[in-house]
């Protein structure tokens, strides 16, 4: 079967190679594992402990040949993506810019199997929406990676991002909704990282979509594409309490029908997880993904195998959906015009 993995992560050394350079945080140290050990604030948690697998593209693909399937892949950023809004305005920009270089230098060593979103910084919006202008006109990237929380702000339904939503609308892009490590790090401390990674993550995307749906700008910008990463994190699974207790937010229509409105993936290590996502969004919204290298695909593709699926829809969940939802080309290259003179 040939097949998109819509949650996937490769991360550039270079991009942190210079992090290790920098005095002040954030900053990043080698570690022992090949990988680097990230540091947002003193005294914070090291929950971006990464390993070697995530900075070796070329091994990377080479394991998605091992599964038996042609795979190709949508490189995300995932919770280093608030790392661009943590910074000094100007340094946040230029990591921006590199990391962006970096990902369409992936996309032109292999077109049409690898895609790539881009990395912005959220600190400034003018700043945030001519960083997008760049990714998608001059390098081509297809999407937009959305942390949790800006920085340490937890208002990623700010007043002053209406017009990088309502820029990313017109332009038709996805926006990857992925949680970070910032809000609810502190709350859930301890055990090595374990209550943080398990839940907090979880809790995270969770509050930021429901803040782009209460604030309504799911309302105001209707063709708005959210991807909500994790099979929607606690939200499919508390919709009816999402309903009852947001009236106050005096929305025309029930927060269920926003949520329906956005896309998700299958990376939850429960099959009774996917099945519900897939139930509750709808066959049309759940894309196939696995957040590697932080998932094994092995065993997403065993959980799906024991879901009950037409071959419809199984093509629609490991292939078509990508393809449709994330306006993936057969060749990545810059279409759109920009809008900021």
């Known amino acids: 079967m040939h097949i998109i993995d819509s949650h996937f992560h490769w991360w550039p050394r270079s991009i942190f190679d210079r992090l290790c350079k920098r005095s002040a ?9 090949g990988g680097y050990q990230y540091m947002r604030r003193a005294g914070s948690g090291c929950h971006l402990n990464s390993w070697a697998e995530w900075f070796d593209l070329d091994k990377q693909l080479e ?7 042609a795979v190709d892949v949508v490189c995300s950023i995932g919770p280093f993506s608030v790392a661009f809004s943590d910074m000094p305005l100007a340094e946040g920009r230029d990591y921006a810019l590199m990391w962006n270089e970096e990902m369409a230098g992936a996309q032109k060593k292999y077109p049409g199997r690898l ?36 920085g340490a702000d937890a208002r990623i339904d700010a007043e002053r ?4 939503y309502a820029h990313c609308e017109k332009l038709g892009l996805p926006l990857f909704l992925h949680p970070t490590d910032v809000i ?50 606690t939200l499919p699974y508390q919709a009816g309490r999402m309903d009852k207790n947001s009236k106050a937010a005096q929305l025309p229509r029930p927060v269920q029908d926003y949520m329906r409105r956005m ?24 894309m196939y993904g696995t957040d590697y290298p932080c998932w094994d695909p092995a065993p997403c593709l065993k959980l799906i195998d024991d879901i009950p699926l037409s071959a419809a ?19 990545p290259k810059p279409v759109r015009e920009p809008v900021l003179a």
């Open 25 to 33: 945080y954030p900053k990043a140290s080698v570690n022992n594992k």
């Open 63 to 69: 394991y998605m040949d091992s599964l038996g399937h």
């Open 263 to 286: 896309y998700t993936d299958t990376v939850s290590p429960h099959a009774a997880g996917i099945k519900f996502a897939i139930d509750y969004y709808g066959i049309d919204h759940v």
């Open 184 to 233: 609810f790090q502190d709350m859930l401390d301890g055990y090595d990282g374990a209550l943080h990674l398990s839940l907090g993550r979880v809790i995270e995307v969770s509050v930021a979509a429901m803040r782009l749906i209460l604030s309504g700008l799911m309302e105001r910008h209707p063709r708005l594409k959210v991807v909500m990463s994790h099979t929607g994190g």
């Open 161 to 164: 991002l209406e017009p990088f």
């Open 115 to 150: 895609w790539a979103s881009a990395a912005v910084p959220l600190q400034d919006t003018r700043a945030a929406i001519e960083v997008v202008d760049d990714a998608v006109n001059r390098l081509g990237l297809m999407g937009v990676n959305l942390p949790g929380s800006v």
């Open 313 to 331: 829809d199984k093509q629609k969940l490991f292939y078509d959906n990508a393809r449709r939802i994330l306006n993936l080309a057969l060749q």
